[in-house]
Structure formats: structure tokens, C-alpha cells
């Protein structure tokens, strides 16, 4: 298999994760202004870009493992990385690689957004729960005022009985 294949579906892999990175930042952007209604569709354009990249990391593993048996190489590690070390000064070796870095920038990116979409959705859970432990009262303040004063001085025994 040509490592041309292989670059091909890394151009794929980062097609879908660019996609990502824009979905992530819709969510940020609905999270922000409080749209939850809105974000049910976001969250299912999400499910199908993740769909598609399971299928597209699967098909660049097989491509991968198709150019080592190719090239008669063994290795424990069938990774890019060790691709990259083992061929030649070449122009398709530089656009591999060129393809691997922008991938992996993709990738450090989506997480950044993705931790910055959960810090927002952690911080709302919290002025929601602050919230609504604002507006339950406490067992103190059920009542209104001081039941010591209307409560008679019985035993808890009858001693009449």
C-alpha cells in the first residue's frame, strides 16, 4: 500500500476533527448563553463526526498495517511515528508528516475545547445546585418563629397513667 493511502486518510482524519473542533465550540457557545434546547442538536451532529472518525481511524490502522506487510517490516509498534523513521528523505515522507502534525495539533486543540466545555457545565451544576439549595429552607426555617415558647413542660411519661 502506498503511503499516499495513508496520507489520504489522515486528510480525512483531520477533515473530521476540524469538524469537531467546530461543533465543541457551538456547544461552548450554547453552554455560554444558557441555550440547553439547543443543545441536543449539536449533540447529535457530535455523535455522528465521532461515528465517522471510529470508521476513519480504522480504515488508517489497516492502511498502516498494509504497508509493513507491504514493505515486509515487522514491528510490535505499526505507528506513523516508526513509519517516519524508517522512509526516506522523500516528498511524500514530508507530506506525511506535515499531515501527522497538523493532526495532532487537531487533536491537542478538540481536547483543550472539550476541557473548557466541561469546566462551563461543571460551573452551571454548581449555580444550579447553589441555587436550588438557596430556595429549599432548612429544617429551621420551616416553621416561623420560636416553638420553644407555645410547647408545655410535659414529660414524656403520663404520671397520672
Known amino acids: 500500500m502506498p503511503v499516499a493511502t495513508i496520507i489520504q486518510s489522515l486528510q480525512n482524519l483531520i477533515h473530521i476533527h476540524a ?12 453552554i455560554k448563553e444558557g ?21 476513519a481511524e480504522g480504515k488508517r490502522q489497516q492502511a498502516v498495517e498494509q504497508w509493513y506487510k507491504d514493505n515486509h517490516l515487522t514491528s510490535d509498534t505499526m ?4 513509519m517516519l523513521d524508517i522512509l526516506a528523505p522523500s516528498e511524500e515522507r514530508h507530506q506525511l ?38 430556595m429549599q429552607p432548612t429544617i429551621k426555617n420551616m416553621n416561623y418563629g420560636d416553638q420553644n415558647k407555645h410547647q408545655s413542660k410535659r414529660s414524656v411519661f403520663d404520671s397520672k397513667a
Do not use: C, G, W, Y
Open 19 to 30: 469538524s469537531l473542533i467546530d461543533v465543541s465550540q457551538q456547544k461552548t457557545s450554547v
Open 79 to 82: 505507528t506513523i511515528t516508526h
Open 97 to 134: 508528516e506535515e499531515a501527522t502534525t497538523e493532526l495532532t495539533h487537531l487533536l491537542t486543540e478538540l481536547k483543550r475545547q472539550e476541557q473548557l466545555n466541561h469546566a462551563l457545565i461543571q460551573q452551571s451544576m454548581q449555580f444550579v445546585q447553589m441555587s436550588l439549595d438557596m
Open 35 to 55: 441555550l440547553i434546547d439547543k443543545l441536543q442538536p449539536i449533540l447529535s451532529q457530535e455523535r455522528q463526526a465521532v461515528q465517522m472518525l471510529e470508521k
